[in-house]
């Protein structure tokens, strides 16, 4: 039931948040949106995990340090509302491993998840930069097989891992088929 909006208002919303998250100019509106979204259902867990992504990202791009902490609150409060909500597994890596400096700790965490969860390409994928940061560039790369061997449409970063690796053609490659 946590997935799962209470009303329709407040998936409204959500739905309404999701495309402008993703474009730098609407992340202000974005994050307007996800907190009446949750104004209107406050146990709607995807919401505060794409809350948690656009938090993480006005910190990281326009310098409000306070919005790391805001996004590391609203990825908790996804993650107490469902433990098995993947996305929110995903964005709180990403914040852990580029931005707070604790990318052993992300990726022992999303280790022991995935344990339990071995079908789950959203894990696999945020273990790719989890281990590159950590300097385990083989098992990025496997974290990286993994989750296109799940979902082929799965997006990574594990084009700077080739990199890391010397694997220049492969980085290209998979730099270009992100775009």
Not at 15 to 41: F, T
Not at 62 to 82: F, H, K, V
Not at 115 to 130: G, H, T
């Amino acid at each position: 039931g946590h997935d799962i909006p209470s009303n329709a208002k407040a998936y409204e919303f959500y739905l309404r948040a999701n495309p402008l998250s993703h474009d730098s100019g609407s992340w202000e509106v974005a994050r307007d949106l996800y907190l009446q979204c949750l104004q209107a259902d406050p146990h709607y867990a995807p919401a505060w995990a794409r809350l948690g992504r656009v938090y993480h990202v006005l910190g990281k791009y326009r310098g409000t340090s306070e919005d790391y902490a805001r996004s590391e609150g609203a990825l908790n409060r996804a993650l107490e509302l469902n433990p098995d909500l993947s996305i929110a597994d995903r964005f709180y890596a990403q914040l852990e491993v580029g931005d707070l400096g604790r990318a052993q700790e992300a990726m022992v965490r999303l280790v022991r998840r995935a344990s339990s969860r071995s079908n789950d390409p959203e894990l696999f994928a945020a273990l790719v930069p989890a281990c590159r940061y950590c300097g385990l560039l083989r098992h990025s790369l496997a974290a990286y097989e993994l989750a296109k061997r799940l979902d082929p449409n799965t997006r990574t970063s594990v084009q700077h891992t080739f990199f890391m690796l010397g694997d220049y053609l492969r980085a290209a490659d998979e730099a270009q088929r992100s775009w």
